[in-house]
């Protein structure tokens, strides 16, 4: 079964310090994306990455940082966690080619408080 | 720019009612569309899609229908189970664009009562 792994479910950081949220895909999959899903806003892209190395901003990019060294891997990083990034964060990946091109293949999620 | 508009929940029914979410949007020419489905402790998953007009998809007893006339997409289910509950989510891809512009509704909170 084709899968999205992300490292940690649940997180609980102080403010201030620097988290690092973790995504692995075994699908050999090009795209790779973070988003942040909070009560009544739905889902809002944070940063996908089409290639190693290679990163683009989504709508909410600020605070954030993205690595992909690997193209199974994809790195989310908050590298000064503030309060107002508690949040659900959800990772997900797609081909680039073939029928799965549109469809969007989720990980579980990691539910991140920063106090 | 593009967009989707989904009821706001929660929306509780009783086991065996029929449901429907509603789901309308805007875009220029023809979006592919999609119903996502986030079940208690996990990500989303892919529930059903259709990429033209008058396309029907349908999975897991679920329906929605692409109207372009109305610019609606609606999820039904005749007769809803207690593992139906769960967060459903409206979505469209505008046309040419990348999966980095997929554009979510806000969710749509559903609770069955046995």
């Known amino acids: 079964d084709v899968k999205v792994t992300q490292s940690s479910r649940y997180l609980v950081k102080r403010t201030g310090e620097k988290v690092f949220l973790e995504c692995v895909q075994d699908m050999d999959h090009e795209n790779m994306f973070w988003y942040r899903q909070d009560p009544g806003l739905g889902l809002r892209l944070i940063y996908f990455?089409?290639?190693?190395?290679?990163?683009e901003k989504g709508d909410i990019p600020e605070g954030y940082s993205v690595s992909r060294e690997k193209k199974e891997r994809f790195s989310l990083i908050l590298e000064s966690a503030s309060t107002n990034q508690t949040s659900m964060y959800l990772c997900?990946?797609?081909?680039?080619?073939?029928?799965?091109?549109?469809?969007?293949?989720f990980g579980a999620g990691s539910r991140l408080t920063v106090l | 720019g593009d967009s989707v508009t989904q009821m706001e929940g929660p929306v509780t029914l009783s086991e065996e009612a029929f449901l429907t979410i509603n789901c309308t949007y805007t875009a220029t020419g023809y979006p592919s569309l999609f119903w996502y489905v986030q079940y208690p402790g996990e990500g989303l998953q892919l529930l059903l899609k259709?990429?033209?007009?008058?396309d029907k998809g349908s999975n897991k007893g679920f329906e929605a229908t692409y109207r372009k006339e109305t610019t609606s997409f609606h999820l039904e289910k005749g007769s809803v189970q207690v593992s139906d509950s769960a967060v459903y989510f409206c979505?469209?891809?505008?046309?040419?664009?990348?999966?980095?512009?997929?554009?979510f509704g806000s969710g749509t909170r559903l609770s069955i009562r046995p």
């Open positions: 990455s089409y290639d190693v190395k290679m990163k």
């Open positions: 979505a469209l891809r505008g046309v040419r664009s990348s999966a980095s512009k997929i554009i």
């Open positions: 259709a990429t033209k007009a008058d």
């Open positions: 997900a990946s797609t081909p680039v080619k073939s029928a799965g091109a549109n469809v969007l293949t």
